[in-house]
Antibody, heavy 120, light 109 residues
Framework: QVQLQESGPGLVKPSETLSLTCTVSGGSMSNYYWSWIRQPSGKGLDYIGYIYYSGTTKYDPSLKSRVTISVDTSKNQFSLKLTSVTAADTGVYYC??????????????WGQGTTVTVSS | QSALTQPPSASGSPGQSVTISCTGTSSVVAAYNYVSWYQQHPGKAPKLIIYDVTKRPSGVPDRFSGSKSGNTASLTVSGLQAEDEADYYCSSYAGRDRVFGTGTKVTVL
């Protein structure tokens, strides 16, 4: 059974870079999309972006200028970098596996989430 | 801003049914079978409960069902149980961008 686990600093200073890693266990990264989603406290889910196992990426337009998602299939990991963070970037960050067929895509496996606070 | 609008809240008594709508701001919902639904209990990660508009992953009770009509997708929870009290989010596409709905809090009275 595939499991995902987020890791990274829980506290980031304003204007600095938020860096998180998602480790995939129990399965291969091949043929899947790997996504990052965040949730501000008390609010809804926001899609950040995805990376295909081969390296193709797609980011939400509102974050595109600050986001980089990368993958290391040899380590079964993918990572998120978000630059120039502000308090508005505070929240719970989830990684997820996105399963895509010829007709649809959906997130079928999620990590437990990690809380990131942006504060000096 | 989400391209998918959901009612902020819905409620029902145990055993009753509740239906949550998910309306797209364009024809995105109508055009694709990309609609999926996620259940999120407080402090927990979201869980996939419906994909491809109507399909349930293994292990999801058949009390959960999905449908779509025009630009609106819907999730129905039949035979409400206490453990169904949670937040529910739809997801689809706006153009080529994946988006989530605004979320609906379901309360079991």
């Amino acid at each position: 059974q595939v499991q995902l686990q987020e890791s990274g600093p829980g506290l980031v200073k304003p204007s600095e870079t938020l860096s998180l890693t998602c480790t995939v266990s129990g399965g291969s990264m091949s043929n899947y999309y790997w996504s990052w989603i965040r949730q501000p406290s008390g609010k809804g889910l926001d899609y950040i972006g995805y990376i295909y196992y081969s390296g193709t990426t797609k980011y939400d337009p509102s974050l595109k200028s600050r986001v980089t998602i990368s993958v290391d299939t040899s380590k079964n990991q993918f990572s998120l970098k978000l630059t120039s963070v502000t308090a508005a970037d505070t929240g719970v960050y989830y990684c997820a596996r996105e399963h895509c067929t010829s007709i649809s895509c959906y997130m079928d496996v999620w990590g437990q989430g990690t809380t990131v606070t942006v504060s000096s | 801003q989400s391209a998918l609008t959901q009612p902020p809240s819905a409620s029902g008594s145990p055993g009753q049914s509740v239906t949550i709508s998910c309306t797209g701001t364009s024809s995105v919902v109508a055009a694709y079978n990309y609609v999926s639904w996620y259940q999120q209990h407080p402090g927990k990660a979201p869980k996939l409960i419906i994909y491809d508009v109507t399909k349930r992953p293994s292990g999801v009770p058949d009390r959960f069902s999905g449908s779509k009509s025009g630009n609106t997708a819907s999730l129905t929870v039949s035979g409400l149980q206490a453990e169904d009290e949670a937040d529910y989010y739809c997801s689809s596409y706006a153009g080529r961008d994946r988006v989530f709905g605004t979320g609906t809090k379901v309360t079991v009275l």
